[in-house]
């Protein structure tokens, strides 16, 4: 700051010297007395010109910066103080401009007529209040770029109403820029691809939940910890323990594969062979929620986790931009996502994975270990959601103890929407999910998107009472 | 001493009745008919916005419980009509996500002039004239080894209204439990189409126990916010999953399991907070992680509870043996 | 086949026969010794009035499929569902004889139970319409359907597993006040006609042997004691109709020859009987009429011992074993050169 | 009264309601430790009224919890303190406030900045200027600093929209247009900004405000990845921190926060940092500290640790009625001994409480973040809190 | 008839036992429901009545089993099956049949008694290393897997040894030629008879050495049913050794070498099929008379 003032001192002198010579040295005289000591070189009827001021206790602040429409600023232009204090200065190179003002009252601010007539300024005078002791007033921002303070009150603003549609408000702005609508279509390319690639993420975190409630019939509450669980893993490798993201990434799967693994052996296992009912089972998972929610707190504190520090350099794929690391991600996501559908189809586990969740009794009568079935599931589901957790880590540029209880809601509505215990539900689930809440910022206010999203499925569910994958059975 | 008030003091306190009150409805929703109702909270929610709103704008307590009775029932048949032919896991999702659509847009800045959006409704607007109605004096008074003000926020006079709330609720629902009315909503829960060949209206029972069971949360959530405001996000998916672990807790289709799981989960979360607070110098740990563990303390706790009880403190084991 | 409605008779014939079991002879463990092969005494049919009268009225129907019946009770004409490309039932017109016992028959996947899915509203037909009694059934919700007199067991049988057996009884008697949900709050008002729901009930549960498990859950039958269950509850309701989803498959075959006598004895109160059942004796024991379905059609209809000897019917229902000992070694023999 | 009856017996008990848990755990350790450093100053300066003070905690966890918020209250309450600090959030204010403002205890915010909170009860306190002061700071800063088109990501939050409309309506007069963002909010629960850094990109803003808790860590990151010019950035209280652990260096260099209070020491975080809790930013620390000064000065003045008598001495002791400015527990203390009026000036430099029992003069410390992302103190603006 | 249909068994053996009807033991020693009718129970020589020499291939003895803790549902029940042998189980409902079956393959839990396969004791083994042991089980209910397809349901049955899947699974359809027509439909879909076409189908292509089959006929159609029959002494006599379940008891007993009937968890008369088939008071107590009862009001 000191420096600032010292760069500015000498250009200023000149715009305040012969305002010097026009007032009475007795006046200046009455001021000092006025101030005291901390200000001697206030004046009753002039405002100090500086380069930068800040409100104090002594003096409030009239200050702007003039530029033109585009934003350049306007150098070198004489700006006049009116009022209470009256004053002059020149704007700086950056277009700033300021007054420190010692009384409380009314300011007018004036810029030179042809100047406003050249940049299209709607008046080259605005008015202001200064009160020194009261926040909203001690600061008097002067604009002429836009509409002036006086008129600003009686010109209902036209951006106001169009704000609730920023695309519409970014079209209406750049009326220079070729068509409203390609500006539309582009927001709206961009929003579907945020969309599907969240939705592929969202897809991914719940198809381990989803192969848990397919086997086991088991609605776990406690897939969201595992999701943050992955994340913060991540962290701890790429941030604690200095690893690359790969290898953080790995071992953060493992260490999922392995709780989900401990987890059958300690928890699941046991209630499934004293045929525990799932609602019950289901507290459980909402008890091991809560227990691994704080057990997260309790070690990495409530704040938000980065995985990586740096940012991704943008890549422009037609009307979308993105980067490196989200596209990787979802492309991982799908990837996985097809090959855990591909298992459950086309091989001899997971043809005795679905067999097991309809019917486990008949399933070990065919031969097939159960338990050891359901662990494996259990184990994929948890390195499934660790695996989530990294990408999403990474993708949403951050990952807290409670990011997955956030997401759980949205797991459960894309694992439902698409159909319960199928396994490309899951993933369509989450597609149209995460779609309809991005796509849905476009008409309402983006803190009711999610609403938009669970909205879907309930509509989506009016009409397929089994979910889009899900098949009925017959009755009698 | 102070310790012991305050554990103890979670069995009757104003909180334990609100969660009571909400798991019997629960109870009438899934222990009963078998619907899996996951948006307990949203009924909580619109009862507890029908009451405050209706009071901030000058109703009498009367026509504002009233309201919020009201107001739960119609969500329960917009929610009914159309959702209960689904499946009870689907079921599940939808409630879970109306209710979640319930706080979204209450919260909302677009209801801001309604319902207070996310700042909700601070409890001066609407307690004052349920603590007017109080017919003990000002003060606090002691009673055993508690005390407790006698009429403001979570006082005495709040206690005994919850309290006489859960057990007319009780009654009702013990006067229901062993009517030909609720064998057919158990009937209902082990398998509706056998139900529907018997010649009962399935969608109609279904129905009059998605409202019955709403009343009963809407009632709840009045009770809930009583003691203190209203704020859209303190009545969440939290509390639906709270509400759940009580039934459970207690034990399904019980008539005490609800109040007894509600005394239980609250008296064990304060115990376990209190005694970590005292026991473990924060020099051991920081505060703020004694505070965690005693929430995870809490979970294993209520897992080893399931485990080790899976049919609940009141339920019957033989029940579970029928796939629960 | 006027010898059908003899059964009564024959019933009590084997009532003397096993009057007195001699004292030599072991006790068997279960109280089926009571019912055995008899009715319970007292229980003897009085009356077999509407028994003969469906007898004569049948007498004069052709046999061909899709006939019109005297009196019928339901009629379905045109009923259409496919389920993809494949239709599971496509019957023309069908009617059902008014106190009359018909049986339906056909061999497996043939459309029986969508059949009786159709007519009981719980599956919608892609065409068709119905009457029932007169009225139009179509577009009728079960629950309708049952109340309107129409009552039909499942196939794979739906019991109330955690409902005792006689509150899963109960659950079928009608017109209880009860279960309203206000009037439920004061037993004054149904206590009464609980009562007496559960004196029929344990009546029920006793002739079909399942009283000793009536404070059991129903989840702890057995296969045979659910299918048994299902029919008594379903005759709780008075049915004016009842249907009955292969209701023997899988009871003890003493145990339904004694039922049989119970279904004839539900006629004389006024109920008429449609059953499905693969038991061929039963159906000549019992049925007035059979209407055999295949593919979804009715491809024979006439009196049991006319339609049992169709070849046709012999051929794809009945099979070549139908009379042959299958301790045999003709029957290998023949498998042998087949594959 | 009776609740704290019994503190006159046993020396002075601070009741502390903290978000130790929670959503809000983040901002915890901070005030743990500025508690516990008052309370070692006090004690170390002979106590109040010739006894040590003690404390006792709880914690209030978030929002979603109300039932622990209430629980929590109910657990200091049985401990007969004479006075509470805390709860933080606005929201967990209103959860709790009239359980004990109804024992005639006094309650003491450190944190909460919502407008609905001035004088709404003559027990409630608090040592923080409500959000109308920084975001009339804010605002002038943004309309001061030439931004034509600004876009606002502002979370659904009583005290995110609260702030922004504040700003909002300073940018109307200074002719600010705000392009994104007037009316929409994201949900506090929010973790996938890339929606929002799309949409902010689309509507072609040349600065943004960022009004949120640390939802702004993974936001600012959205941001910069959609192309969001990063060093226009304005951030407020709840999101203006040290960001050179989190980011790349130069992400943020240029962009701009606000922080209420006085801009703290070192010496202070160093002192908290004595106290054996793990802090790394002093967000609200010298606002919890001066609430427990406070209130022990009250006491010492009044004579009487009860609940009732801090109320009263609260406002004087704060310099209401003017006095003997001093900077210390002990100093002030020495003063009182005296029979002089004084007037605490203390860590956040607040001025006495007014009418509304809020700070009647508050500072906003302006920040600008380096090239290693680290909010350098640029300025200071100090002020009066609006009472009406 | 034995004799002429398996001349590799030593049918004439079996006639040399001497069937001891009265046997010591009180009455009440079950104290089941205190009625006088209380049976007594059978003694081992009457159990294993018409049983060949040598090993059992399977030997339950005196099985005490039930599913809730208290309640007995088996209470002493006995069962041997020697290689190559048809044993059929009849018994009226609720008799605890199914119960032995699902004892006998370790889904239910056995209390006391002691259960060998091939002199090994696989009391309470699981149910998948039987499998692996070569024991096939069709249960009574719930016998499909209904969201999988015919195809995947046969895979299940197949299981252990998939590469036999193809050829097995056309033997099968040789059968039930509506299995292989309908081979990609949801088993859930399927009428109550082509459910328990899919439950025998899947046992048929296990190819265990022992095939546990409860109640396979019920529901199929008279010809199936007989198919169903001829089908199970066809792999009996390619070596696999059947016990059966049956209500169809008549039929059952046609092909069964021996039989139990079971009543209140025990045994309560046992012997060569042909023999129980035809003594009056297995007639008059568990297989009616319907047939002839028919024949007679038909003449
Ligand atoms: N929901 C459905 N989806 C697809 N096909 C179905 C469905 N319901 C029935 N089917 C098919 O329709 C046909 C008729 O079935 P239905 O149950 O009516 O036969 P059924 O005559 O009762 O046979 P069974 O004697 O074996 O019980 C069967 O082939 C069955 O597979
Ligand atoms: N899951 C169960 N829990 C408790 N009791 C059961 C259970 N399953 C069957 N039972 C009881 O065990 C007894 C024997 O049942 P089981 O199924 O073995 O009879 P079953 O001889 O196979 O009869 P059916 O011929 O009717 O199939 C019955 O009394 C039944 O009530
Ligand atoms: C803890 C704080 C960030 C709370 C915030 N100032 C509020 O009023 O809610
Ligand atoms: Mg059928
Ligand atoms: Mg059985």
Request: charge should be neutral; aromatic fraction near 6%.
């Amino acid at each position: 700051m000191a420096s600032t003032y010292r760069f500015t001192a000498a250009r200023r002198r000149r715009g305040a010297g012969w305002r010097h010579a026009l007032c009475a040295m007795a006046v200046i005289a009455v001021v000092c007395l006025w101030c005291g000591l901390s200000a001697p070189t206030a004046q009753a009827d002039e405002a100090e010109a500086t380069d930068k001021c800040v409100p104090t206790a002594e003096f409030g602040c009239v200050n702007g910066i003039l530029q033109g429409s585009d934003q350049k600023p306007i150098a070198g232009v004489t700006v006049t103080l009116g009022g209470a204090e009256t004053g002059e200065t020149t704007t700086g190179d950056d277009g700033t401009w300021a007054f420190k003002v010692a009384d409380d009252g009314k300011y007018t601010v004036t810029i030179p007529q042809d100047v406003a007539k050249r940049y299209g300024f709607a008046s080259a005078s605005a008015d202001v209040e200064i009160v020194k002791t009261s926040f909203s007033k001690q600061r008097g921002v002067v604009r002429f770029d836009k509409t002036s303070t006086s008129d600003a009150a009686s010109k209902p603003s036209a951006a106001a109403s169009g704000m609730k549609r920023p695309a519409t408000t970014d079209a209406a702005d750049t009326s220079g820029k070729p068509s409203a609508s390609s500006a539309t279509w582009t927001r709206f390319c961009q929003q579907l691809y945020s969309g599907i690639v969240f939705g592929l993420l969202l897809g991914l975190m719940s198809v381990g939940m989803n192969l848990v409630y397919g086997t086991t019939g088991l609605s776990s509450f406690s897939h969201g910890e595992q999701v943050t669980l992955g994340g913060l893993m991540a962290y701890v490798g790429t941030q604690m323990l200095h690893m690359p993201v790969v290898l953080s990434a790995v071992c953060a799967v493992a260490v999922g594969a392995l709780t989900g693994l401990v987890q059958d052996q300690l928890i699941w296992g046991p209630l499934r062979r004293r045929r525990v009912g799932t609602m019950q089972q289901m507290i459980v998972t909402i008890g091991l929620s809560m227990a691994l929610q704080y057990l997260y707190q309790f070690f990495f504190g409530g704040d938000i986790k980065g995985i990586v520090k740096s940012v991704p350099e943008g890549i422009q794929i037609g009307p979308i931009t993105t980067n490196a690391p989200a596209l990787i991600c979802a492309g991982i996501a799908l990837a996985t996502i097809v090959g855990v559908t591909v298992f459950l189809y086309c091989t001899r586990l997971g043809r005795a994975t679905r067999a097991v969740s309809d019917n486990a009794a008949l399933a070990a009568a065919s031969g097939i270990n159960v338990d050891s079935v359901v662990r494996i599931v259990w184990t994929l589901s948890c390195a499934l959601a660790a695996l989530s957790g990294v990408l999403l880590g990474i993708y949403l540029n951050g990952i807290a103890w409670n990011t997955g209880v956030t997401l759980l809601m949205l797991m459960f509505a894309a694992v439902t929407l698409g159909g319960l215990g199928t396994a490309n539900g899951a993933l369509v689930g989450a597609l149209v999910i995460g779609v309809v809440a991005d796509l849905s910022t476009l008409v309402i206010p983006s803190d009711m998107r999610y609403a938009s999203a669970l909205a879907i499925l309930i509509l989506v569910l009016l009409v397929r009472p089994q979910g889009i994958f899900g098949k009925r059975n017959r009755i009698g | 001493m102070t310790i012991v008030a305050n554990i103890l003091g979670e069995l009757f306190a104003p909180t334990t009745a609100a969660y009571a009150l909400a798991a019997i409805g629960l109870n009438i929703h899934f222990g009963m008919t078998g619907l899996m109702n996951m948006g307990q909270a949203g009924f909580m929610l619109l009862g507890a916005y029908g009451f405050a709103i209706t009071q901030m704008h000058g109703a009498n307590l009367f026509s504002s419980v009233l309201f919020a009775l009201l107001l739960a029932a119609v969500y329960a048949l917009l929610l009914g009509i159309p959702t209960l032919k689904l499946g009870p896991d689907y079921l599940a999702m939808v409630t879970l996500a109306a209710a979640e659509i319930v706080r979204i847009v209450g919260r909302s800045t677009s209801m801001t002039n309604i319902t207070g959006g996310s700042a909700g409704i601070a409890p001066q607007d609407f307690t004052t004239r349920f603590e007017d109605l109080s017919p003990l004096p000002d003060g606090t008074s002691t009673f055993l080894i508690w005390t407790y003000n006698n009429n403001i926020a979570n006082s005495w006079w709040l206690r005994i209204v919850a309290w006489v709330l859960v057990a007319l609720c009780a009654f009702l629902c013990w006067r229901w439990f062993r009517s030909p009315w609720g064998r057919v909503l158990k009937g209902i829960r082990e398998d509706e189409n056998a139900i529907r060949s018997l010649g009962k209206s399935v969608t109609k029972y279904k129905m009059q126990a998605l409202i019955v069971g709403g009343l009963f949360g809407a009632l709840a959530g009045v009770v809930f916010v009583l003691p203190r405001s209203l704020n859209p996000d303190s009545l969440g998916r939290t509390v639906t999953f709270y509400t759940w672990t009580i039934l459970l807790l207690g034990g399904a289709a019980t008539i005490m399991g609800p109040i007894l799981g509600s005394c239980v989960l609250w008296v064990l979360l304060t115990a376990v907070k209190e005694t970590m607070r005292v026991t473990i110098p924060s020099t051991v740990i920081s505060s703020n992680q004694i505070e965690a563990l005693g929430w995870i303390i809490v979970g294993v706790a209520l897992m080893l509870l399931v485990i080790f009880r899976p049919q609940g403190i009141l339920g019957n084991k033989k029940e579970l043996a029928f796939n629960g | 086949m006027a010898e059908n409605n003899k059964a009564p008779v024959d019933a009590a014939q084997r009532h003397d026969v096993g009057a007195a079991p001699a004292a030599s002879v072991r006790e068997p463990f279960y109280d089926i010794a009571r019912w055995g092969t008899k009715p319970p005494e007292g229980e003897d049919l009085i009356s077999t009035a509407y028994g003969d009268k469906v007898t004569r009225d049948l007498a004069f129907v052709e046999n061909k499929p899709g006939v019109h019946k005297p009196d019928p009770i339901l009629v379905a004409d045109g009923v259409v569902r496919r389920f993809g490309g494949m239709t599971a039932v496509d019957v023309d017109h069908f009617e059902i004889e008014r106190h009359g016992i018909t049986a339906l028959i056909g061999p497996n996947g043939a459309g029986k139970t969508t059949f009786f899915n159709l007519m009981t509203g719980f599956d919608v037909p892609n065409t068709g319409s119905w009457h029932f009694d007169g009225k139009d059934m179509q577009h009728v919700h079960p629950e309708q359907v049952a109340r309107g007199g129409m009552v039909r067991t499942f196939q794979l049988t739906k019991v109330m597993s955690r409902l005792t057996v006689l509150d899963n009884m109960l659950l079928g008697a009608p017109d209880q006040p009860g279960e309203g949900m206000f009037r439920s709050l004061f037993p004054g008002m149904w206590r009464r006609k609980e009562r007496e729901n559960r004196e029929k009930a344990e009546a029920l549960l006793e002739r079909f042997l399942l009283i000793k498990k009536k404070d059991d859950f129903a989840g702890s039958l057995s296969g045979g004691q659910r299918k048994l269950l299902e029919m008594a509850r379903a005759l709780m309701c008075d049915p004016k109709l009842v249907m009955l989803d292969e209701p023997m498959a899988g009871v003890n075959p003493a145990l339904k020859q004694s039922l049989l006598d119970h279904i004839i004895s539900l006629r004389e109160d006024g109920t008429t009987v449609l059953f499905v059942e693969h038991d061929i004796n039963m159906v000549r024991h019992i049925a007035d009429w059979v209407t055999v379905m295949a593919e979804g059609r009715i491809v024979a209809e006439g009196q049991p011992k006319t339609v049992m000897d169709d070849p046709a019917v012999v051929d794809a229902y009945l099979g070549a074993h139908a009379d042959v000992d299958l301790g045999g070694d003709s029957v290998l023999e023949g498998l042998e050169e087949r594959s | 009264s009776d609740a704290s009856a019994a503190a006159d017996g046993n020396g002075m008990v601070v009741g502390a309601l903290l978000p130790l848990t929670g959503t809000l755990a983040y901002l915890a350790p901070p005030e743990v430790a500025a508690i516990k450093l008052a309370v070692n100053d006090i004690n170390a300066a002979g106590g109040v009224l010739g006894k040590d003070v003690t404390e006792v905690e709880a914690d209030t966890s978030d929002g979603e919890h109300a039932d622990q918020n209430t629980s929590a209250a109910q657990s200091v309450l049985a401990k007969h303190p004479s006075v509470v600090i805390g709860p933080a959030a606005s929201g967990v204010v209103k959860n709790v406030y009239k359980s004990i403002v109804a024992e005639k205890i006094p309650v003491i915010s450190m944190a909460s900045t919502s407008m609905t909170l001035s004088g709404m009860d003559p027990y409630f306190f608090r040592t923080v200027a409500p959000d109308a002061v920084q975001g009339a700071v804010m605002g002038d800063l943004i309309a001061g600093d030439g931004v034509k088109k600004l876009a606002i990501a502002c979370f659904n939050d009583e005290y995110g929209t609260g702030m922004r409309d504040i700003i909002l309506g300073k940018l109307k007069l200074a002719g600010v247009d705000v392009v994104y963002g007037e009316q929409d909010a994201f949900d506090p629960a929010e973790t996938n900004y890339s929606s929002i850094a799309s949409a902010i990109k689309a509507s072609g803003a040349d600065a943004t405000l960022i009004i949120s808790y640390d939802q702004a860590t993974p936001l600012i990151k959205s941001l910069a990845s959609a192309g969001v010019d990063t060093h226009r950035l304005y951030l407020v209280d709840g999101n203006t921190v040290d960001y050179s652990k989190t980011y790349d260096a130069g992400l943020l260099k240029g962009s701009k926060g606000t922080i209420p209070g006085a801009h703290v020491d070192d010496a202070f975080l160093a002192a908290l940092k004595g106290t054996g809790t793990e802090v790394s930013d002093t967000t609200y620390a010298a606002e919890t500290y001066d609430a427990v000064i406070l209130s022990a000065l009250a006491a010492e003045q009044g004579g009487s640790a009860s609940g009732e008598t801090i109320q009263k001495n609260l406002a004087s002791v704060s310099g209401a009625d003017g006095g003997e400015k001093c900077d210390s527990f002990k100093a002030c203390k020495a003063l009182i001994k005296d029979k002089k009026k004084i007037q605490y000036s203390g860590k956040t430099g607040i001025g006495a409480f007014n009418k509304n029992n809020d700070p009647s003069s508050a500072n906003i410390g302006i920040y600008e973040y380096d090239d290693k992302n680290v909010n350098v103190f640029q300025a200071m603006q100090s002020g009066d809190v609006p009472s009406e | 008839m034995n004799a002429v249909t398996s001349p590799d068994r030593k049918a004439g053996k079996r006639h040399g036992r001497k069937v001891a009807r009265e046997t010591e033991g009180g009455t009440d020693i079950y104290g089941l429901d205190g009625t006088a009718d209380a049976p007594r129970p059978m003694s081992r020589a009457e159990v294993h009545v018409g049983e060949p020499e040598g090993e059992p291939l399977l030997d339950a003895d005196n099985l005490v089993a039930g599913y809730l803790p208290g309640v007995n549902i088996l209470d002493g029940a006995s069962l041997t099956l020697h290689d190559g042998e048809i044993v059929g189980i009849i018994g009226p409902n609720g008799a605890g049949k199914s119960t032995l079956l699902k004892s006998l393959f370790g889904l239910v839990r056995i209390h006391a008694g002691r259960l060998m396969l091939r002199g090994r004791d696989i009391t309470n083994l699981r149910a998948d290393k039987l499998v692996a042991k070569g024991v096939g089980f069709v249960p009574q209910t719930e016998n499909v897997f209904p969201s999988l397809t015919i195809a995947e349901n046969m895979r299940m049955g197949a299981y252990q040894a998939p590469k036999k899947f193809d050829e097995r699974f056309e033997y099968v359809c040789s059968i039930f030629p509506k299995l292989g027509e309908r081979r990609n439909q949801l088993a859930g879909q399927l009428s109550g008879g082509e459910r328990q076409m899919v439950a025998m189908g899947r046992a048929l292509m296990m190819q265990p050495s022992v095939l546990l089959l409860d109640e396979p006929s019920a529901g199929l159609s008279p010809m199936m049913q007989d198919e169903t029959f001829i089908r199970v002494r066809q792999v009996n006599k390619a070596g696999v050794s059947v016990v059966i379940v049956e209500q169809n008891a008549r039929r059952c007993l046609q092909i069964c070498d021996r039989g139990y009937v079971l009543d209140q968890g025990r045994n309560a008369y046992s012997g060569r099929g042909r023999d129980l088939m035809n003594d009056p008071k297995v007639i008059n107590l568990y297989l009616g008379n319907l047939e002839e009862e028919v024949e007679k009001a038909g003449q």
